[in-house]
């Protein structure tokens, strides 16, 4: 997994985690893998 090979993941939250108001599918999962693995991201 991509994940584990980076320490630090910057996101940009328009399309990326968000469409205009609403949550992108899988967006809630993947950030609790991130923080699950101990791995920090900014959004």
Do not use: C, H, N, T
């Amino acid at each position: 997994m991509i994940a584990e090979e980076f320490d630090v993941f910057l996101f940009d939250l328009d399309g990326v985690i968000y469409l205009g108001d609403e949550l992108l599918p899988e967006v809630q999962a993947s950030l609790a893998r991130l923080q699950k693995i101990k791995r920090l991201y900014v959004s």
